[in-house]
């Protein structure tokens, strides 16, 4: 049983904070609304055994749960404006209603240091239910469904290997061995940085996976480059012993993606992690390997709008114009402030409430052109803004301004209450004002 859910913001007598949540469940379609008051917080259908939670705040946090076995708790965050515009629609499930249809394992080396590729004639078995759900966490617990990418070539799509290979595994033949041999023939020959290092590489035929509003099929192609050790007790006639080994953490895939059997003329869908070899010069399984380019969708405007932002900041203004530290982190401030408090992007808009001056706004549209040339990725001048985007960004905002190795000041805004100066001895020193003390 799947339960999906309709999100609609109504109007009573000019009160528009009342929300209908209507549940609706396959196969047999029976259904369940009830309205929620997000000043009161908790709405109950105890006929299915759901409950709803709502807070507010800059956006509307909404927590579905259910009692069914194998359907977890899911998290809603969504602005009042979008939901005015359009219902939001999603669906609430769990991994654990993914089927292993097919999986395999390879040996992957670097062939610059001599390291073999060892190819597995055969399957994994996988008849134990426990390793069926620790492998689906590892294939599927790290992925971000707002991160979309496509495969991509130069001349035409279906002549990148990865895609190529993946079909084949999609037609459902009887060559899933050899498909998965080739794709890791395939990462062989493009391991030939000094950083890439050796790993496993588990090919894996998924069935039953959750994607947007329907459930496709998936391949998964993950590469386990760092081990970690643990140390393992067992029996040992009437004593416990205990040993050194090293295995795959399954919270933290290193390398991997998610290809989605969909929108096949368009290079599929695809969802990348890759946690090592961050270095430019490194990147060989995003660039090399998969050869994919991000959907140019909501999400990736907001996400490298505000990745522009924060480098523009960061780099380009201090070296073009005269300014302190503290009027970068109050720029960086503004922007982040700009993204959480509107549905939409403008860019004049932006210019003028986050940049205002005219000389530096001219400067942050030529930055932004050349961030785009550097990407291959052109951001539009308007576009809604997506809060998990946001979120995702927000962690890397440090407005901390380190001070030797004595101070760290955090900055939040109002750059006005804050001087910069030096004394006859040459120190320098900040001046802080404020009408409190927490």
């Known amino acids: 049983m799947q339960p999906l859910f309709l999100l609609r913001m109504i109007n009573f007598n000019g009160d528009d904070r009342f929300f209908i949540i209507s549940i609706h469940f396959k196969p047999d379609m029976l259904n369940a609304g009830f309205v929620i008051d997000p000043v009161n917080g908790l709405a109950r259908c105890t006929r299915y055994g759901f409950h709803v939670l709502a807070k507010t705040g800059p956006e509307l946090c909404f927590y579905f749960g259910c009692f069914f076995p194998g359907i977890h708790t899911c998290k809603i965050n969504i602005s009042k404006k979008s939901l005015l515009r359009r219902p939001y629609f999603c669906r609430m499930t769990a ?16 062939p610059t240091r001599g390291e073999a590729l060892k190819l597995s004639p055969n399957k994994l078995t996988l008849n134990d239910s426990i390793v069926q759900k620790l492998l689906l966490k590892y294939l599927l617990g790290a992925i971000n469904e707002n991160d979309l990418n496509r495969f991509t070539h130069l001349h035409d799509v279906k002549m990148n290997e990865v895609y190529k290979y993946v079909t084949e595994i999609f037609s459902d033949k009887d060559d899933f061995t050899a498909a998965s041999a080739k794709i890791a023939q395939f990462l062989y020959s493009k391991s030939t940085h000094a950083k890439v290092k050796e790993g496993e590489l588990c090919v894996v035929q998924l069935d039953n996976v959750p994607f947007e509003n329907d459930f496709v099929k998936a391949v998964g192609i993950f590469k386990a480059e760092s081990k970690e050790t643990f140390l393992k007790i067992f029996e040992h006639g009437d004593n416990l012993e205990m040993i050194q080994e090293d295995g795959i953490n399954i919270n933290k895939p290193d390398k991997g993606c ?64 005269t300014v302190e530290r503290s009027d970068q982190l109050e720029m960086m401030n503004r922007s982040m402030d700009y993204f959480k408090t509107h549905d939409q992007f403008n860019l004049d808009e932006f210019a003028s409430e986050v940049i205002h001056h005219p000389e530096v706004i001219d400067s942050f549209k030529d930055y932004k052109k050349n961030f785009e040339a550097a990407r291959n990725y052109e951001i539009e001048d308007e576009f809604d803004i997506n809060l998990a985007a946001v979120k995702k960004q927000q962690k890397s905002f440090k407005s901390v301004l380190k001070l030797d190795k004595n101070f760290h000041i955090y900055i939040h805004g109002r750059r006005d209450l804050i001087e910069k100066g030096t004394d006859e001895s040459g120190k320098k020193f900040y001046k802080i004002y404020f009408d409190e003390e927490h």
């Not at 290809?259 to 270095?279: L, M, P, S, W």
């Not at 430019?280 to 998969?290: C, T």
Request: hydrophobic letters at 40%; one cysteine or more.
């Open 95 to 110: 991994i654990d209603n993914v089927t292993i249809l097919r999986a395999i394992v390879h040996k992957v080396g670097n």
């Open 258 to 321: 998610v290809v989605f059997k969909t929108e096949a003329a368009d290079g599929y869908r695809v969802c990348v992690i890759d946690h090592t070899n961050k270095q430019q010069d490194a990147q060989y399984w995003v660039n090399d390997f998969l050869q994919v380019a991000p959907i140019a969708d909501d999400y990736h405007h907001t996400d490298h709008y505000l990745a522009m932002c924060k480098q523009f900041a960061s780099n380009e203004y201090p070296e073009q114009f």
